[in-house]
C-alpha cells in the first residue's frame, strides 16, 4: 500500500523555474503526485546572502520506504546539478522530506517529519495551503495552526512566473 507523502522544493540558482519542473517530472518515476501548492519567492533564510528561491511543496503516493525514497530525491538533486557547498547555500534544487505518513523517524541520515519544518514559513505556507488539517506527528497540531505562528515572519511572495502544472498529466 502506498504512503502518503509531502516534499518541498525549492531553487535559488539558474533558471528556478526549469529546475522545478525537471524535479517534478523526475519525481514521477517512483511517486504519484496528487497535490502541487502554487510556486512562491522566499527570502533565504540561515544563510542569507544569496538569491532568492522559489519554492513549492506537494502530496503524493510512493511505494519507497522513507530511506530509498531520501536515496531517490538526492539522485535527482545530483542528477540535476547540486554539488556539496556551503550548509543552506545556493543550490539549483533541493528536495526535502518533509512528512511520510504519520510516521517519527530519526536516524544518522534522515529526520522525519523534517526537523526545521514548524519554524519555516517558507515551507509551512505552501504546505499549508494543500494540506491544512494534515497533522504533525510530533508536535500533534495541524499545519494549518503552526502556519499562523509563523505567518509574517520571512519573506514569503506567491511567484507569478509561468510555472503552470496539470497534475494528470504533470505537462507544464
Not at 512562491?40 to 503524493?60: H, I, K
Not at 531517490?72 to 542528477?79: F, L
Not at 523517524?105 to 526545521?116: D, G, Q
Request: glycine share 6%; hydrophobic share 45%; charged share 25%.
Amino acid at each position: 500500500m502506498p504512503s502518503r507523502i509531502f516534499l518541498s522544493l525549492g531553487s535559488n540558482q539558474g533558471n528556478r523555474e526549469n529546475f522545478l519542473r525537471q524535479a517534478l517530472a523526475a519525481l514521477t518515476e517512483f511517486c504519484q503526485i496528487t497535490a502541487v501548492s502554487r510556486v512562491y519567492e522566499t527570502d533565504p533564510v540561515d544563510y542569507e546572502v544569496q538569491p532568492r528561491f522559489l519554492n513549492l511543496v506537494l502530496s503524493a503516493e510512493t511505494k519507497l520506504l522513507p530511506e530509498a525514497l531520501l536515496v531517490a530525491v538526492k539522485g535527482i538533486e545530483g542528477r540535476l546539478g547540486r554539488a556539496p557547498s556551503v550548509r543552506f547555500g545556493p543550490r539549483p534544487i533541493d528536495i526535502d522530506i518533509l512528512l511520510y505518513d504519520k510516521l517519527v523517524l530519526e536516524t544518522k541520515v534522515l529526520t522525519i517529519p523534517h526537523p526545521r519544518l514548524f519554524e519555516r514559513a517558507f515551507v509551512l505556507v505552501p504546505l499549508g495551503e494543500i494540506a491544512p488539517d494534515a497533522v504533525h506527528p510530533v508536535l500533534q497540531r495541524p499545519i494549518g495552526e503552526l502556519l499562523q505562528e509563523v505567518a509574517g515572519k520571512a519573506g514569503v511572495r506567491v511567484w507569478v512566473g509561468q510555472l503552470k502544472m496539470k497534475l494528470d498529466k504533470l505537462h507544464f
